[in-house]
């Protein structure tokens, strides 16, 4: 087990090594102009070069790319070009909302599309069943920036239960942070409920026709028990997966919601940090984003052992 | 099961109850606070440094000016007292105000004025202007400074007392002494607001509180000139709210007070609310524009570029950029209708003309076919329509037209490029300028006209021009000034160095219980009383 931990953890550097350097190159290859954007609209082509020489713009791209690196080595991910702050300092200011509102979204979407899901599974084809695929079909096609205005025209404006946008931290008290982050968690699970509660209902509905479940019937024991001590626990594996696999696209795919609701979190970060080609932001949250991948991939793996004991490593 | 659904409502409205609660105990200690949605994200905090708008606002927050704008466009003293101009227009001696002060308790001096007037004078097109005149400053007293001229020019005090990008803020020495091509570390100013640097989290929040120690004109407001009165504690601008629809959302719901850019799609909206207004806050818009790249073929004949006007006319921009009549015109004025210098001489060519005019003209100009690169910007709404009529009228008018799509981002740093439309380059892009940046023949950048040394994009070159306006710069008589302005003008149209799109009004919206707007030409948040 500890070997297959050192393994998974030493594979992560190749990983992150190829993300940092394939990132860089393509932020060098796209259009757009760092410095320009800096410069501002009734700025000179002069002082758009002056600004390209003090970011060190005007030098080779592997020139470049080796300095980053250099510092990338000593835990520097440099300093943005945009807000004239470090990537770390601003990355830790932006991780809390985003970390908050995935959390929250995950927890309420696992708290609601398990139950579910095994509901339905149990009663397949009954009108439980056939009521959770139906709103699974609308919880995927439905957009999220659709979803979120529904429900803040509904449960902000019509009935003022929640505020329509903003974000208070933890620091401010668990009141307040909950206020403002209940109606975008409730939106941005939507989708995470319907994927869920799908995943829950096929996972379970396949476990329920094992000889295993029959016998734990023929035993006697309650439908409660079978269904939760015998199926759930055995069709847990590919249910630990796509949570998984959900909270890693939580961290990096909250854009939509965060800009509806005027969160600002690592998504708004990223989208401004691509508008205005700052490069060392873009950089230093694609590297999280792809540390937060391998380490939520880990822990899925890790979880097998868990819910199934055959799985070793 | 009765006492469990009562228990669970109970439970729910004092969950419901404490949160609510949670959220507005901060607000009660912070006394009045005015909650801003600002047009765009504030990340330079150096107004100096760039020329972005936001910045140029932050810097009316926290920092003063010697002289301001009204809100006609004349020029008044703002930190000045007196000042006195000797007989030859050669030498500037201003007074200080008395109390002024910074917000670290140190008083405003001379040396601190020339300090910043230095550093403006490096970065600013205006400033840079002003500095081929200026042969040395001194202050012979602490509240005093003077200016001296190798050679008489009629633009010092509107060049102090601009008020577009790059406002020559006064800092302390110690900040202005800064490197003008590196960002100031340190934001203090002796403006009416103090910069809570510790409380700014950027693409979040920026906080500013009352500075108790400001000393106001006592004039009324007007523009950037008069009483700089505070009525709030504090004045926060929400960095992170900037989906439209949400803003409007929040607006109804009274989570912020103040819109300053209400998109014109909610123009609607608010207008039929009866909690919400949309004040007058300026006299003058904002003007819409195309400019040519004069580098290439084939707006580097001059006869093309004339059809291209021609064709541009004005009223299909507005009515599809802007859409709502009330807040837009046609204007012919390269300097803005209703100013000092707005003038139509010599605009003909766009403000009376027609398709089959555009047409004759385009075919007598020997327009090889050359495609028109034009790059339309996907991701600005104030401006992303414009490319698109610009090419059908163009195309009309006989113009071959390749409309290349992009983020606003790419386009900016594209446009500094001299390179060949078919290398990299371009033909022609539009955007829209505030009034004071366009509106006489220094600060408009496109009446720059010395080819590849132009300060801007488009690289446009006539000699006649440049000594015009090298004429207009040294003319210290109000009326020579205006007459000049006319001659600029007209030959700006002559050479087709760009076209005017028209102009119009970017509205404001705010919570009724605001009170105290004025015509402030810009965003500007003094006067204002939250009841």
């Known amino acids: 087990m500890l070997n297959f931990l050192f393994r998974r953890l030493l594979s992560t550097l190749p990983v992150l090594l190829i993300v940092s350097l394939l990132v860089f190159l393509m932020l060098r290859l796209t259009p757009g102009d760092p410095a320009a954007v800096l410069a501002g609209d009734a700025a000179s082509t002069e002082q758009i070069a002056q600004i390209r020489t003090s970011l060190g713009l005007d030098r080779t791209i592997p020139e470049q790319f080796f300095i980053w690196a250099g510092h990338l080595l000593t835990g520097d991910l440099g300093q943005s070009y945009y807000y004239k702050t470090e990537v770390t300092t601003l990355i830790a200011q932006r991780l809390e909302p985003t970390v908050s509102l995935a959390v929250i979204t995950i927890t309420l979407a696992v708290l609601i599309a398990v139950p579910l899901g095994v509901m339905a599974a149990w009663r397949f084809g009954g009108w439980l069943d056939k009521g959770l695929m139906g709103f699974s079909v609308i919880g995927f096609s439905v957009p999220v920036f659709v979803s979120a205005y529904l429900l803040i025209w509904l449960v902000s404006l019509k009935l003022g239960w929640l505020p329509v946008q903003g974000y208070k931290r933890l620091a401010d008290g668990v009141g307040p942070w909950l206020y403002h982050l209940t109606l975008p968690a409730i939106t941005l699970s939507l989708i995470y409920i319907a994927l869920i509660a799908r995943v829950t209902r096929a996972s379970v509905l396949e476990t329920l026709g094992e000889d295993y479940i029959r016998t734990a019937r023929a035993k006697g024991l309650p439908e409660a028990t079978v269904l939760m001590r015998h199926a759930l626990a055995n069709a847990a594996v590919p249910i630990a997966t796509v949570i998984g696999i959900g909270i890693a696209l939580l961290i990096g795919g909250v854009v939509v919601t965060e800009s509806v609701y005027a969160i600002p979190g690592l998504g708004r970060l990223t989208v401004d940090a691509v508008l205005a080609r700052d490069f060392p932001t873009i950089q230093g949250v694609i590297l999280l984003f792809s540390f937060v991948y391998v380490m939520v991939n880990l822990l899925v793996d890790l979880s097998y052992v868990f819910f199934d004991p055959r799985i070793r490593y | ?531």
């Open chain 2, 1 to 531: 099961m009765k006492f469990s659904r009562r228990l669970a409502a109970v439970a729910a409205l004092t969950a419901v109850s404490a949160l609510s609660l949670g959220t507005s105990l901060p607000v009660l200690a912070q006394g009045t606070v005015l909650r801003v949605v600002p047009h765009s994200n504030l990340a330079i905090l150096d107004p100096i440094w760039t020329t972005a708008y936001m910045s140029r606002n932050h810097g009316y927050m926290i920092y003063d000016t010697l002289f301001g704008t009204d809100e006609n466009g004349k020029v008044k003293p703002q930190m000045v007292d007196t000042w006195t101009v000797s007989g030859d227009n050669r030498l500037y001696t201003f007074k200080l105000r008395k109390g002024l002060e910074f917000h670290d308790g140190k008083p405003v001096t001379g040396d601190d004025v020339i300090a910043s007037l230095t550093r403006w004078g490096k970065r600013d097109a205006m400033g840079q202007a002003l500095f081929q005149f200026v042969q040395r400053m001194d202050s012979p007293a602490p509240d005093t400074f003077r200016i001296f001229l190798g050679e008489a020019c009629g633009f010092v005090i509107e060049a102090l007392g601009k008020p577009g990008s790059s406002v020559p803020f006064i800092m302390p020495k110690r900040v202005a002494e800064t490197d003008a091509f590196k960002q100031i570390e340190e934001h203090i100013g002796s403006g009416p607001y103090v910069f809570k640097r510790d409380e700014f989290k950027p693409g979040d929040k920026a906080v500013y509180t009352k500075f108790a120690k400001y000393v106001p004109r006592s004039e009324p407001p007007s523009g950037t000139t008069g009483g700089k009165n505070v009525y709030v504690d504090r004045v926060e601008w929400n960095l992170a709210l900037r989906d439209a629809q949400a803003q409007v959302n929040a607006l109804q719901k009274g989570e912020v007070d103040v819109i300053e850019a209400l998109g014109f799609d909610h123009f609607a909206t608010v207008k039929a609310d009866t909690t919400l207004q949309m004040p007058k806050y300026a006299n003058f818009g904002l003007q819409y524009m195309a400019r040519f790249n004069h580098l290439h073929k084939p707006f580097d004949n001059v006869k093309v570029r004339q059809a291209a006007i021609a064709a541009m006319t004005q009223e299909p921009f507005l009515r599809a950029s802007v859409g709502v009549k009330e807040l837009y015109k046609t204007c012919p004025s390269m300097f803005i209708c209703g100013t000092p210098f707005g003038s139509t001489a010599g605009s003909d060519i766009q403000a009376k003309s027609n398709m089959r005019k555009a047409q004759a003209l385009l075919k007598a100009s020997g327009y090889d076919g050359t495609p028109i690169v034009i790059m339309k910007p996907t991701d600005l709404a104030s401006i992303q329509k414009l490319p698109d009529v610009a090419a059908q009228l163009l195309r009309q008018a006989g113009f071959k037209v390749d409309l290349q799509a992009m983020d606003w981002q790419t386009l900016v740093g594209r446009r500094a490029k001299k390179d060949a439309p078919d290398k990299g380059g371009w033909h022609m892009f539009l955007t829209a300028w505030q009034t004071f940046d366009v509106w006489n023949p220094i600060s408009n950048p496109t009446m720059d006209t010395r080819g590849e040394k132009s300060t801007w994009f488009g690289w446009a070159t006539d000699d006649k021009l440049v000594e015009l306006r090298n004429q207009f710069m040294r003319a210290t008589d109000e009326g020579a000034k205006k007459k000049l302005a006319d001659q600029i003008h007209a030959r700006a149209f002559e050479v087709g160095t760009h076209a005017p799109l028209g102009e119009y009004m970017q509205p404001m919206a705010a919570r009724k219980n605001i009170s105290g707007f004025f015509v402030t030409n810009g965003n500007i948040y003094w006067n204002l009383k939250k009841n």
